[in-house]
């Protein structure tokens, strides 16, 4: 896998926050009974996670755990340990309804850190980043300016921004100029 | 003249001069003027001319409800026009210029319109320009285009940036005065997330000009008091220069903060759109003094009352020496007194009120001031500027008693609310006959998702009040916002407000009363359109009896003030027209924006490289370093092309099919939609998608498939390839990932929730690169790996995974070219590390990639249908001659039962064929068979029309498709397809397969 | 711009992170239906002004499709409910009952 690299491979910017594309990172989307033994037991497997209530995302010592939907989840692996993971959780769920697909490469994603950054993601997303409304351990699917992206809060209150790979380039771009000096918003 | 008095000017900072120009002419004023108060400081009353007579005019006001001292601002980049003086702060280098005039502000000669004025009433342009047809392309046209619009259109890029921001609050306040400050402390106590803002740079509103005393203390301190206090506070956010622009559905509203607007050299955005979403709105919005209806109230220096005052006592400017006020209300005293107090003469107020005013009158009166009671002006004498006036007695015909020389006149007819915040989302009005204005009706706001009011007014916004009030309905309404947010107490008692007690008003439409047309002929409603009371007069008498058509017939209110001070004044004018109570009139509809916003700030960042969203796929930067001209498919770029040096877009796309053909080229596929769907129900589901049977398809093979919509109209077509026993990787078309894996979940929540299948858009996971041409298989076979691609080991619409060199791969043996070809996919982050090496393998093949046109041909070469150029959402899979791939055995699928309505099932509907031009040449796109005689709109008959056609350059002729009323049935037949010319060319109705009939070059 | 709190994730979305996907509550028709149900299903659509139920579509956001019922004038949302649901929940109909008494739309009252 020595010829795989991210969209941007590695592109950062420093405005009043600072903007960097993380490089390929394992994904996978995770569709079935969320409320089932079978899925939570598959999720802790892959993850060492407990399953996500709505719109949280869990860290286990293998990975994270993002919910996604009522019947999808989204799973977080280093890049390198993906198909593994992908085998532990198509094991895990063999005789259960439900789909597990690679996506990994089909993303984008960012970190948007510092002070301030929320009015980075503010400026973009029709979503209330307000302390008491978004913080570490929440996801929220919704669009940056023209296209669908998913954003969640880290422990260290940093954010990740995931988007398609194909608008990896126009999603850096909107977190740049939004986090240009000068464009300071101090609200959040 | 106008003039900076020594002293005075609460906001300027006389130690800091500022210079800037007007019409080229350097000026300077203080740091903290406006533009407006630096022009009168430099005694430039004159502002500009008005946009249908041309005639001078001067400001009127002094905020956001001026309607003739509008400016061009800038240059280049930075150019902009219809900006307010009024509401420009100044700052150092600032330039403007004058408006609507030629060759100068001056000498003006479209004045001329000005004498033609009796020529050019209401509804003129309308009764001109009707007749005859001729006229108007030759004469009417070119005088309209050189004299219409405001202002000048910018001619060079936006030099600024600019950019959205979403918030959320419980509370928003609009309007920093005291209302406003009063409402946002009382929901911030109540602790409720509080946003106040304030369109200006300065807190407090008029409170400060005015005067009077909080809580016993002067109304300023408890300006800076209340200020400082939310400033401390965590849950209130607090941004001047941010004008509350519009509220809409569901507690939207729009904040437009003008950032560097006062200070052009700073950083960052220029203005910034808060797109707010607010539980509660409170609109401190304020109230608007209204001019006075007098023959001559559009001479420069004729100015509303508390506008004069706002520069005496904001900017220490005077408007003039000598001011005479005119007046039907208290108010209007305060300037009559704040003026003698500045050292200048106001030689009488005029008050048209039979009793006069109450102690406002006797403190003017006390100063000196001559006081005239039941009296108006008959007409102000001027012309560029006012040189006096000559006053009457109010309840006559407008005989001058007397002339007063003055070179200012302050009128007041009262103050209307500022409605249009509480209107823009269905707040209704009532009527107030003792402030003679329209006020907020609190029974009728407007409603928000939950069917509960969400907006409320505060202050004078509710209808002009006394400083006890104001700050009494401010806080009450602050409370009342945050309860309805459920933050309940906390708030203190509202604050005591003490101010002078005024007199009532009395409403005046017309000055004099009696005032014939002479008169009203020069008297203004709408200085910004140049509407005067004759001309709504006009209107009424010719039949305009909705006030929403006077408007547009007259233009009363329109443009960029929107009728802010006329608007009350016409109403009331078309009223005593229409000999009907003014409720019953109505208002005309306030919609946002209050005042006009940029461009720029409603496009926010989309501009530039974030204009709108460029799709790529992984090997993008190949394409762009190899000068691949591209063609936007949605929002993919895609390469059309690959040019080489002196070669034309045809040579290259002739080259690119001759390479393939003969040997081997290469294709980015990556865009093609991939969706996998799973599940014990997948093929069941299938079956209902695809026309054809998808559930017999065996793990391991391909099938090509075609989706309908339930109107039978071909949607997408595809290869889907059947991975395992219950899953399935459908191909959509580019266009088409999205919206068929929408429609896909669609299906599956909606209608069938019981079948037991997932779908997952997998389209981005791959680059997908097609191998074509007789050579594809030695370059794979060259590149080594496990995967076996010989004939046998990978038949023709077969998949397999695996090897290819050092990639993973999953190869499909489809082929939409006739040729031997083998679309392979590959993990996309190292889609462009397989592209090179293909392209490396290949080397001693000549391999070179083809782009979308060359796709295009060679599939036309086949006969295959495109999606989109085939199809136009009104054809049938029959029409296509895809009965094949309908399948018989199906009890249902989407689509097929409307494909048994009568209509679809005739005879008559055009079908698919092949045409070759009798002289070989290229049908032109577009082009329709022509039939025999013509339709009833006598447009000559057709009988079809060509859907796809090119230059083949494998058969060195034009061939097409198209469909041919009778389809195969017409094999043989000449027909003739028009041209733009108006000539049609001849063609032959043929096979449309062109190329390798039997199949046999794709299956080796 | 409106607001409809998502049914399956809960987000209050504005609508442009939704996108609206016409009536709700249609009863497909499919090979062998009589000419006028297939049309009634295929073209005939409820244009009130007034209380109306609408699919939506969390396009930008979950991807779930749900049902709406609103006022078309006021637009006030009573409820938004399950796609896989065949009729209004009774507690939204109630809710529609308070502030229209006696509305109907289609079968539904």
């Not at chain 1, 996801?139 to 209150?157: C, M, T």
């Not at chain 2, 001292?69 to 004058?98: C, H, I, M, W, Y």
């Not at chain 2, 104001?470 to 604050?495: C, K, R, S, Y």
Request: glycine share 10%; charged share 25%.
């Amino acid at each position: 896998m020595s010829k795989a690299v991210s969209a941007l491979q590695g592109a950062s910017f420093e405005g009043f926050a600072k903007v960097e594309e993380t490089g390929l990172r394992g994904m996978i989307t995770l569709r079935g009974d969320l409320a089932s033994a079978e899925m939570a037991a598959a999720v802790k497997a892959a993850t060492g996670a407990d399953m996500p209530a709505l719109r949280k995302v869990v860290t286990g010592d293998k990975g994270a755990v993002a919910w996604m939907s009522p019947d999808e989840l989204l799973v977080v692996v280093d890049y390198a340990t993906v198909n593994n993971t992908v085998a532990v959780l198509t094991e895990a769920l063999s005789g259960v309804h439900a789909l597990v697909a690679n996506v990994s490469d089909a993303r984008a994603v960012y970190r948007v850190s510092g002070e301030h950054s929320p009015d980075v993601l503010a400026k973009l997303a029709p979503v209330d980043f307000g302390k008491d409304a978004f913080g570490a351990g929440d996801i929220r699917r919704s669009r940056f300016a023209q296209v669908p992206a998913a954003v969640w809060g880290n422990a260290d209150g940093s954010f990740e921004v995931i988007c398609f790979r194909s608008v990896a380039q126009y999603v850096f771009d909107l977190l740049k100029v939004s986090a240009e000096k000068g464009g300071e918003v101090g609200f959040h | 003249m106008s003039t900076r008095l020594s002293t005075g000017g609460r906001l300027l900072n006389r130690s800091k001069q500022v210079k800037f120009t007007f019409n080229g002419k350097q000026m300077t004023g203080y740091a903290g003027d406006t533009l407006a108060s630096a022009l009168l400081a430099n005694d430039q009353m004159l502002m500009g001319r008005s946009f249908k007579y041309h005639r001078p005019r001067g400001v009127v006001a002094s905020g956001a409800e001026e309607p003739n001292a509008l400016v061009n601002l800038g240059q280049g980049g930075k150019f902009e026009p219809n900006q307010r003086a009024t509401t420009t702060e100044l700052f150092d280098g600032l330039s403007a210029t004058s408006q609507n005039h030629w060759p100068s502000l001056e000498m003006d000669i479209g004045v001329v319109n000005n004498y033609a004025a009796r020529f050019l009433p209401a509804g003129f342009y309308y009764k001109t320009f009707m007749a005859p047809a001729a006229a108007w392309k030759h004469v009417f046209e070119p005088i309209v285009r050189q004299s219409a619009g405001l202002g000048k259109a910018p001619k060079d890029r936006d030099a600024d940036r600019y950019e959205h921001f979403y918030a959320f609050f419980d509370v928003v306040v609009v309007g920093g005065g005291i209302a406003g400050l009063q409402a946002a402390k009382a929901a911030a106590d109540s602790g409720a997330k509080v946003l106040l803002m304030e369109q200006t740079a300065h807190w407090g509103g008029r409170a400060a000009v005015d005067g009077g005393t909080v809580d016993g203390r002067d109304v300023a301190d408890y300006i800076d008091a209340t200020v400082a206090a939310l400033e401390a506070m965590d849950n209130v956010t607090l941004r001047n220069r941010m004008m509350g622009a519009g509220v809409y559905d569901h507690g939207y509203v729009l904040g437009y903060e003008r950032l560097t607007d006062h200070a052009p050299l700073t950083d960052g955005p220029r203005h910034r759109l808060w797109r707010i979403r607010a539980k509660q709105i409170v609109t401190a919005t304020g109230a608007i003094e209204r001019p006075l209806s007098f023959a001559g109230n559009d001479i420069p220096g004729v100015m509303l009352a508390s506008a004069l005052r706002d520069y005496v006592v904001n900017f220490g400017v005077s408007s003039g020496d000598r001011t005479v006020v005119v007046t039907n209300n208290d108010d209007a005293y305060r300037t009559a007194i704040a003026l003698k107090k500045a050292g200048l003469d106001v030689p009488a107020v005029i008050d048209a009120r039979p009793l006069g005013g109450g102690k406002l009158m006797d403190e003017a009166k006390a100063l000196g001031i001559r006081v005239e009671i039941g009296k108006g002006i008959a007409k102000v004498q001027g012309g560029k500027r006012v040189v006096g006036v000559a006053i009457c007695t109010q309840e006559g015909e407008g005989a001058a008693l007397e002339e007063i020389s003055c070179d200012a006149v302050a009128m007041s007819g009262g103050w209307s609310p500022v409605v249009h915040l509480w209107s823009h989302c269905g707040g209704k009005l009532i009527w107030d006959e003792t402030q003679a204005h329209f006020r907020p009706d609190a029974d009728r706001a407007p409603t928000s998702h939950d069917g509960k009011p969400f907006v409320a007014t505060a202050g004078s916004a509710s209808g002009p009040l006394g400083l006890a009030e104001i700050l009494e309905n401010a806080h009450a309404a602050g409370v009342a916002a945050a309860a309805a947010t459920g933050f309940d107490g906390g708030a203190a008692e509202a604050p005591k407000g003490e101010t002078t007690a005024e007199a009532a008003m009395q409403a005046v439409w017309l000055m004099p009363q009696g005032a014939g047309p002479k008169l009203r002929m020069k008297a203004w409603l709408d200085y910004q359109n140049d509407v005067k009371v004759s001309d709504v007069r006009l209107a009424a008498q010719e039949g305009y009896e909705s006030v929403e058509h006077t408007k547009r017939y007259t233009t009363l209110g329109m443009a960029t003030d929107q009728g802010k001070l006329s608007n009350i004044n016409g109403l009331a004018v078309l009223s005593d027209a229409l000999n009907q109570p003014i409720p019953a009139t109505g208002t005309t509809t306030f919609r946002p924006p209050y005042t006009p916003i940029s461009m720029g700030a409603i496009a926010g960042e989309a501009r530039d490289e974030v204009f709108q969203p460029i799709r790529r796929t992984t090997i993008h930067d190949w394409h762009e370093a190899n000068e691949a001209f591209f063609e936007p498919v949605g929002h993919w770029r895609r390469p059309y092309c690959f040019p080489r040096k002196g070669e034309t877009h045809a040579d290259a796309v002739t080259r690119e099919i001759r390479q393939t053909r003969d040997s081997v080229g290469l294709l980015d596929a990556s865009t093609l939609g991939k969706i996998i769907v799973k599940g014990p129900d997948a093929g069941k589901f299938l079956d209902m998608l695809y026309t054809n049977m998808m559930s017999t398809l065996k793990p391991g093979k391909c099938r090509y498939g075609l989706m309908c919509n339930e109107n039978g109209f071909l949607i997408d077509d595809g290869v889907v390839a059947r991975i395992d026993e219950d899953t399935y990787l459908c191909h959509t078309t580019t266009g088409g990932a999205e919206r068929i894996h929408g429609w896909m979940e669609d299906w599956l929540q909606c209608e069938w929730w019981d079948m037991k299948v997932f779908t997952a858009n997998v389209t981005e996971q791959y680059a997908q690169i097609a191998v074509v041409g007789p050579n594809a298989r030695k370059v794979i076979e060259k590149l080594g790996g496990d995967m076996d691609v010989s004939k046998e080991g990978l038949a023709f619409m077969e998949w397999k995974d695996g090897k290819i060199g050092e990639f993973d791969a999953r190869a499909y043996r489809i082929s939409f070219s006739g040729e031997l070809s083998y679309e392979i996919a590959v993990p996309a982050s190292q889609g462009r590390a397989f592209w090179d090496a293909l392209l490396e393998a290949g080397k001693e093949f000549n391999i070179m990639p083809y782009g979308t046109e060359a796709l295009h041909v060679m599939r036309a070469e086949k006969g295959f249908i495109m999606i989109g150029d085939e199809t136009d959402g009104t054809v049938i899979p029959q029409d296509l001659n895809m009965q094949w791939a309908i399948s018989k055995k199906k009890e249902d699928f989407l689509g097929k039962r409307a494909q048994t309505r009568d209509h679809m099932a005739s005879e008559d509907r055009w079908k698919l064929a092949g045409f070759e031009t009798v002289d070989g040449s290229v049908i032109p796109d577009g082009a329709y068979i022509v039939g025999t005689g013509t339709n009833a709109n006598n447009q000559r008959n057709v009988q079809g029309r060509v859907t796809s056609t090119y230059y083949s350059p494998t058969l060195d002729r034009g061939i097409a498709m198209g469909l041919i009323h009778g389809g195969m049935k017409r094999l043989g037949d000449v027909v003739e397809f028009n041209k733009v010319d108006g000539t049609t060319v001849q063609a032959k109705v043929v096979d449309p397969v062109f190329y390798d009939k039997d199949g046999e070059k794709q299956n080796v | 711009m409106l607001t409809l709190q998502c049914p399956y994730c809960g987000v209050h979305a504005e609508e442009t992170e939704l996108h609206a996907e016409g009536e709700a509550h249609l009863k497909r028709f499919g090979p062998g239906s009589a000419d006028e149900d297939f049309e009634g299903y295929l073209f005939m659509r409820e244009n009130p002004k007034g209380v109306h139920f609408e699919r939506w579509r969390h396009s930008n956001g979950c991807g779930k499709f749900f049902l709406a019922a609103r006022c078309t004038m006021t637009l006030q949302v009573f409820g938004t409910y399950s796609a896989q649901t065949l009729e209004p929940p009774q507690d939204i109909k109630d809710k529609i009952t308070a502030t229209y008494p006696g509305w109907s739309w289609r079968e539904f009252s």
